[in-house]
């Protein structure tokens, strides 16, 4: 049995832990946040990772936790309506499918829900340095406390802290696509049932929609941005939005009070994670650490939940030869996931906001495919 360290506790995280206890090892969570997740845009599971819910018996949880969308709505500066669907929503795409649209946090609920009593979480601590010797890594935390690990696995995020003290600065691996974008829960004062609204308007625009209890909203404001940009704090972010947002009418002035009111408010780069390589010596990244496909995909939390099931599947096969198990991992996820990744460039031209039809007819059919670009292993 072996003690591995995984640093994130949201989605990728949690759902290595639950595969890796399943096996016989003893993983240990550290997430930097002093507590369960909290706030998000809607994600969406898809193809392979459907199948992994469904073999840790989750799918159903997650069901009852979805989205609700009924349709969308295009507007304009003045809240009039250009177009509309009841087939689709521009987040969560098509209505039939068996696929799965989400709150970011309610997902990470439900994973971290179903992990057993000795699986231990450490909240509002993370990694300081880490010291790979060979035989074992030995972890320094921000807390100060020290412990040694078989290995230690990032899990954290497009920001990677283990990425970044292992294998190097963020402008090495991250492909930006130019913006920022800044979620936030806001009251549903537009009274929307099961409904999203994208706004357009001359001087740019966002994205409304619906909890699932329909008491609340999810606005998400975007900015443009680059790797090199240092937004600041809360406040430094908050005054970039409103300096962004200065020329957009519809509700915008309401929103930007509810943003100051928002517990959840953060503003997050849009980018990709481009590696070589996934692991070296006893670290490894999995999720959004390792290979971010973007929003502009769809496809992060599918990516987290089908890696995070082939990591601990190799591992389990291999459990005293860990390098074998990286290179199965990295064998097996790469074409996946650069099938996946491939999808941005699909949904960061011209047609896809200009042309209704342009989902349906060009980015439909090659998700359909990357979605189970898979042969999963170790489901039963």
Known sequence: MQDILISGASITGPALAWWLERAGFRPVLVERTPGRARGGHAIDVRGAALRVLEAMGL????????????????????????????????????????????????????????????????????????????????????????????????????????????????????????????????????????????????????????????????????????????????????????????????????????????????????AQVRMPRWSTGRVALVGDAGYCPSPFTGQGATLALVGAQVLATELSRTPDDHVAAFSGYETRMRPFVEANQAIADLTTVPEFSEDPEYYARVVEPVLDKAKFAIELEGLD
């Open 59 to 270: 799918a159903a949880a997650a069901r009852a936790s979805a989205m609700r969308m009924k349709g969308v709505s295009v507007v304009d500066d003045h809240g009039q309506e250009l177009w509309r669907s009841e087939e689709m929503t521009i987040s969560g795409g098509r209505f039939d499918n068996p696929d799965i649209e989400i709150l970011r946090d309610r997902l990470s609920h439900v994973l971290v829900d179903a992990l057993s009593p000795p699986v231990e979480i450490r909240y509002g601590d993370s990694i300081a340095a880490l010291q790979d010797d060979g035989a074992g890594v030995d972890v320094t935390f921000a807390s100060g406390h020290r412990q040694r690990f078989d290995l230690v696995i990032g899990a954290e995020g497009l920001r990677s802290q283990v990425r970044r003290l292992v294998f190097g600065e963020d402008k090495d691996f991250l492909r930006s696509f130019g913006i920022a974008l800044a979620p936030f829960s806001a009251p549903n004062t537009l009274g929307l049932e099961d409904w999203q609204i994208s706004y357009k308007g001359s001087a740019g625009g966002y994205m409304v929609y619906t909890t699932p209890e329909n008491d609340e909203l999810r606005v998400c404001f975007n900015v443009p941005a680059t790797l090199d940009d240092n937004p600041g704090g809360r406040d430094e972010q908050m005054a970039l939005i409103r300096a962004h947002t200065a020329g957009l009418q519809w509700e915008t002035p309401r929103f930007l009070e509810a943003m100051a009111a928002a517990p959840d408010f953060y503003l997050g780069l849009i």
